[in-house]
């Protein structure tokens, strides 16, 4: 018998996780994606930042991350800190009612002389149900993440953002106390924002090309992903 109670509680598998060790050795569509938080405060949401490359394999991976509490001109040095680096084919931006972010941001692409197109991702989907979409990618494999991504934050804390995301968020969801990174990476799949897989690439339903993290893996996992 179907349970409603439990198809409503339906999360995320640990098992679905899948990692890789070098992004590099393959074509890939790059793409920026901002959740912005609204205020910084020591309770408040995080703003966070994703680089996904829609790989000739059919794989969504994350190559960069950021998820911090940080204010406008945080926020700003930010975006085009990623946009510099990493040259994305487009770049989403949540929006609801933060018109003066991405006014201020296009005042800030004049005084620099470095201009880029956003895209505002709003849309009435409840977060919730947005999120859900990543379910049968993730079951399907074809998301990858690196090993690990430590970082330092603006508080000058470490963290490896790849065990927050699953620790924080993917493991708890939908009733952990954030769930920023999973809404960000969801908005890769908002019908705003033109994404498009490389030419070449292979058919959806293609057996995926890499191991998920808790089998024995290729590589020592203390092995960083940007190593040689």
Known sequence: LLDPVADEAQGFNRIWMRYYTKADGFEMNRYLLCDPASEKKRNSDYTVFMVVGL????????????RDRMNLTERANKLFMLHRKWKPLAVGYEKYGKDSDIEYYQERMGQENYHFHIIPLGGTTKKEDRIRRLIPRFEQGRIFFPEKYEV????????????????????????????????????SFDPALPTSWPSGAEEPDAEPKRKPRYQKPDVPRETSWMSA
Do not use: S, T, W
């Open 55 to 66: 790989a000739d394999d059919q794989g969504y991976y994350i190559l960069d991350m950021v």
């Open 152 to 187: 330092v934050d603006l508080e000058g804390k470490k963290h490896d953002l790849v065990d927050v995301f699953i620790e924080d968020e993917f493991l708890g969801f939908p009733v952990a106390h954030h769930d920023d990174m999973l809404d960000c990476l969801a908005r």
